[in-house]
């Protein structure tokens, strides 16, 4: 499987982006999809996942309220739809694939071994 991440960039406080992330290869609808974060000097991070229907959802704590993130299996594509974004937002983006874990929960799909499949990156900036 190879996960193609995109719409990255430089917005302001309070702005919006919405990332994407196109899946080739394998049978889309079997992986649970992801989104985590880098910043710079920090460990990688959950952002938000959604299960293989589509139908849940997870977040972490501080993109609540901001970030929804769903998929369209029939485009084989994840999005990330960011808004009211802040400077601690700033980051690279990386989409996962997750075709092991039978049951989808935030506390199952938080963890970054879970998942199989990595996107190169896409990197967001937001300027105070």
């Known amino acids: 499987v190879q996960l193609q991440a995109s719409g990255g960039g430089l917005v302001q406080a309070g702005g919006s982006l919405r990332l994407s992330c196109a899946a080739s290869g394998g049978t889309f609808s079997d992986y649970v999809m992801g989104w985590f974060r880098q910043a710079p000097g920090k460990e990688r991070e959950f952002v938000a996942a959604i299960s293989r229907s589509g139908s849940s959802t997870a977040y972490t704590d501080s993109v609540k309220g901001r970030f929804t993130i769903s998929r369209d299996n029939a485009k084989n594509t994840v999005n990330l739809q960011m808004n009211s974004l802040k400077p601690e937002d700033t980051a690279v983006y990386y989409c996962?694939?997750?075709?092991?874990?039978?049951?989808?929960?935030?506390?199952?799909?938080?963890?970054?071994?879970?998942?199989?499949?990595w996107g190169q990156g896409t990197q967001v900036t937001v300027s105070s």
């Open positions: 996962a694939a997750d075709l092991t874990t039978i049951a989808f929960s935030y506390a199952n799909n938080r963890w970054s071994f879970r998942y199989d499949y």
